[in-house]
């Protein structure tokens, strides 16, 4: 099988391409932030321009916390980062983040818990659920949002008002799709998915689509659920049965790495192939990472890229939390970014109040170009990103570009 070193794929055909006047780029070049994962709260002196305050949402506790201190963790980098080099527009920037633990209504009520505390702009949420329950509020409200990593279609609404850093989910379903049939990486294809959570389906069922338009053979698709996320030993056997060659697997890495521990003791070994919520499988607790050798991954982030600006952060990330940045991480920190941008294109003060702000930045962020570390990103009207992923391989308990 002979493979491109990084394929960059194009998401034109899964994603509408709209094009605005660009703005001010940024190199976006990380240092090394000054507060604790346990913080959720980041204040400082309000600068000569006062104060902007960006609230965050997602989950610090439970079974998600991984993605929501990650999220928290990039994002603070990026505000202490911004606040050395003069704020935005002479503003002091402040962050606040609420754990939502991956819930609708505690969402709901950590939306309204930074509204009390101030909130100008939300980077949130972290996962698709309870974006879908905040964006409700802040259309109502006006409210500007950046979700990092809410890849639901449902996350933006349709108010204008929200906009994404990461892929959504039909785009990666087709993406993913599109490049197993060009590099033929598998004639039997089984799925593995989880039918209770909105990413996994979402991205599952686009990756359907797209496969049987493909004529790709998908001999096996075998759900679970969040209440039976432990035992894979049916689903795999089944795939096993059906002469599954290749896995796609549409789900988190905490379930992967059970899925590759499973697989190895039935002596199931296809070629396993995953998307962005992945990354972060070599970090698992006691995960003997021997197992995951071959999997590849389709994700705009590739943390041991020779690009300075994701070589500056990632060391910066290390430097303070003592541990390799996950994709989550980078996009909270394009995200952060991508506000100050907005926030500059569209001469943003302290003194406006939210729903101005909002109505400022809906233009903004169209007219803006972001060099960040999950790409170059560009957005559309409809709050889409424009940005190309890559499909990386683990090789030898690292993440590498695909040979």
Known sequence: MKLKKILALSLAA????????????????????????????????SGEGGTLKIGGIGPLTGDNAAYGIAVQRGAQIAVDEINAAGGINGMTVEFSMEDDVSDEETAVNAYNALKDWGMQMLLGTVTSAPCIAVVAETADDNMFQLTPSGTAVECLGDAGNAFRVCFSDPSQGTVSADYIAENSLGEK????????????????ESFAAEAESLGLNIVAEEAFTADSKSD??????????AGADLMFLPIYYQEASLILQQADKIGFAPTFFGVDGMDGVLGVENFDTSLAEGVMLLTPFF??????NVKSFVSGYEETYGETPIQFAADAYDGIYAIKLAAEQAGITADMSASDICDAMKTAMTEIELKGVTGTIRWTEDGEPNKEPMVLIIENGQYAEVE
């Open 189 to 204: 294809i089984g799925v593995i998915y989880n039918s209770s959570d909105t990413y996994s389906t979402g991205i599952y």
């Open 14 to 45: 899964a994603m509408a391409l709209s094009l605005g006047a660009c703005g001010n780029k940024s190199d976006s070049n990380a240092g090394s932030g000054s507060n604790t994962a346990a913080q959720s709260d980041s204040t400082g002196g």
């Open 303 to 308: 943390v041991n890229s020779e690009e300075e």
């Open 232 to 241: 894979f030993s049916v689903q795999l056997q089944k795939c096993k049965d």
